[in-house]
């Protein structure tokens, strides 16, 4: 519902100022807020998809259609590096045939945002910042139309004429992750980011643990470190390395007087 109490309905001339807001980089193409196939009836989700190309000029097959099928093909381009094409704000023919709870089923052009994410389709070729910023501007979209992340769908799952886009990225984490950047949080990291966070700093310091340990002894001796009790060095006349370094400070000013 937007602050009125109505759900969005027309079309979404918003869509680079939202984008935008959410800190995303954004390049409206000109005459976008007249580009599509007709007005939009009322907003219900966003449809994710890839667009089986991955170059820099992926976004004008979006623009201006291929063979059979005139364009615009969806209101917006992810580009590799997360920045945002607007191309559209009316109608665009992207969904095809298919079904999601609350949408209407095979009309879905009428009722939902489409994004083409520059990707080859083989599902190996996502950027952190492109997958950050699909995350980002699906939550921005759904929260100025007022939905959840439910309303946020892969092509493939929606379709019933066999389509897998986008490829490689798994719908329920990256719903969870829409939803915690619409209630305001950072997405929790995934588990796939927290062992790459964790090969990083084991690649940068060495084994956590390890090298601590090795201080600790160092400074307060090897004997019953597992206890909490530290037994000094031998050399120090059992002293740890603190202990002895304050003794000799104590015979240096005693020296002095
Ligand atoms: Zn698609």
């Not at 950047?181 to 700093?201: N, Q, Y």
Request: include cysteine; proline fraction near 4%.
């Amino acid at each position: 519902m937007t602050e009125d109490g109505m759900t969005w309905t027309g079309d979404p001339i918003w869509l680079a100022d939202v984008l935008r807001d959410a800190g995303l980089r954004v390049i409206e193409h000109e005459g976008w807020r007249d580009r599509g196939h007709g007005d939009f009836e009322d907003l219900r989700g966003v449809l994710c998809h890839h667009t089986a190309g991955g170059g820099p000029d992926d976004w004008r097959t979006v623009q201006y259609g291929r063979p059979g099928l005139e364009g615009p093909l969806a209101q917006l381009v992810l580009e590799r590096d997360g920045t945002y094409r607007v191309i559209a704000a009316g109608v665009c023919w992207h969904a095809g045939s298919g079904s999601w709870p609350g949408w209407p089923t095979n009309n879905a052009n009428y009722h939902v945002i489409g994004i083409e994410a520059v990707s080859s389709g083989d599902g190996t070729d996502w950027t952190p910042a492109q997958l950050d910023a699909y995350k980002r501007g699906c939550a921005a979209i759904l929260c100025r139309i007022d939905r959840a992340a439910d309303d946020c769908v892969a092509h493939r799952e929606y379709s019933t004429e066999g389509k897998i886009d986008p490829a490689g990225i798994d719908m329920d984490e990256f719903r969870r992750d829409v939803q915690a950047f619409i209630d305001g949080e950072d997405a929790p990291m995934s588990a796939a980011e927290v062992t790459e966070l964790k090969d990083f700093i084991t690649a940068f310091c060495g084994p956590i643990g390890s090298d601590v340990k090795d201080i600790r002894e160092q400074l307060c001796g090897g004997g019953q470190r597992d206890t909490g009790q530290y037994a000094g060095w031998p050399q120090l006349n059992n002293r740890t390395v603190v202990d002895a370094l304050a003794d000799i400070y104590a015979r240096l000013e005693r020296l002095e007087r």
